[in-house]
């Protein structure tokens, strides 16, 4: 029975460890977005290019923007600058400009 409930109690703080690996911290995110809020906007303004359809990234959903990260940096996602930003960009980065962006903050 200790075995058993040793296992779970490993398992379970590997479970949290790995949740808070992946948390973004919106402070930091703010730092890296910088180079973000060039073409995606700074507070208060959609984008600095709207003939471009910049889409305004301020307050969507984290995961999503993850997502989207990911998809530019392995060339899922079609777009040439996004692709070379998101390259650059590790797993933690990510989730730093996710968490930021998703909270409307900037």
């Known amino acids: 029975m200790q075995a058993r409930s040793m296992r779970r109690a490993l398992a379970v703080a590997a479970m949290l460890a790995a949740a808070n690996a992946s948390a973004g911290d919106s402070a930091a995110g703010k730092v890296k977005a910088e180079a973000c809020l060039g073409c995606h906007g700074a507070p208060?303004?959609?984008?600095?290019?709207?003939?471009?359809?910049?889409?305004?990234?301020?307050?969507?959903?984290?995961?999503?923007?993850?997502?989207?990260?990911?998809?530019?940096?392995?060339?899922?996602?079609?777009?040439?600058?996004?692709?070379?930003?998101?390259?650059?960009?590790?797993?933690q980065d990510m989730a730093d400009i996710a968490a930021f962006f998703a909270g409307g903050a900037h």
């Open 44 to 91: 208060g303004v959609s984008n600095a290019y709207p003939t471009y359809h910049v889409p305004k990234v301020s307050g969507q959903h984290a995961d999503y923007i993850v997502a989207a990260l990911k998809g530019y940096a392995s060339g899922e996602r079609g777009h040439k600058t996004m692709q070379a930003q998101a390259a650059t960009l590790s797993d």
